[in-house]
């Protein structure tokens, strides 16, 4: 479920954290799902139990997921709303490249074209 690319110049927590959220937005993780432990993890994944730990630490800082002493770790209900919220607000991020992008010739159609390909699936 989990892949780490070691040719990758994302940090492997960086990867872990990226994943969780993919999951959780396409729906292979839900809400109070329960997520592997920190020793299963790094063990699965051959990484330091503190890599894992980082990663869990970061989403658990974003809300994304929770841990529960003695029960373990779990995806919060509220996940799946604030992965979607902060991708929505993340479009303003987008609007500095579009500009360079405008500068540098590519045309408006090239753009939309290739937003339709993404959400058909294609790329």
């Known amino acids: 479920m989990y892949q780490i690319d070691n040719q990758s110049r994302r940090a492997v927590y960086e990867q872990i954290v990226e994943q969780v959220e993919k999951h959780i937005l396409t729906g292979v993780l839900n809400g109070g799902d329960r997520m592997p432990s920190v020793r299963n993890l790094s063990l699965e994944l051959h990484v330091n139990p503190n890599t894992v730990q980082r990663a869990y630490t970061e989403l658990e800082r974003g809300g994304i997921i929770s841990t529960s002493p003695g029960r373990g770790t779990f995806v919060s209900d509220r ?18 490249l579009i500009r360079e992008l ?22």
Request: net charge negative.
């Open 102 to 123: 405008a500068i540098a010739g590519v045309e408006k159609e090239a753009l939309i074209e290739l937003v339709e390909e993404i959400y058909k699936g294609e790329v």
């Open 79 to 96: 996940a799946l709303e604030l992965l979607r919220k902060l991708r929505r607000e993340s479009l303003a991020d987008l609007r500095p």
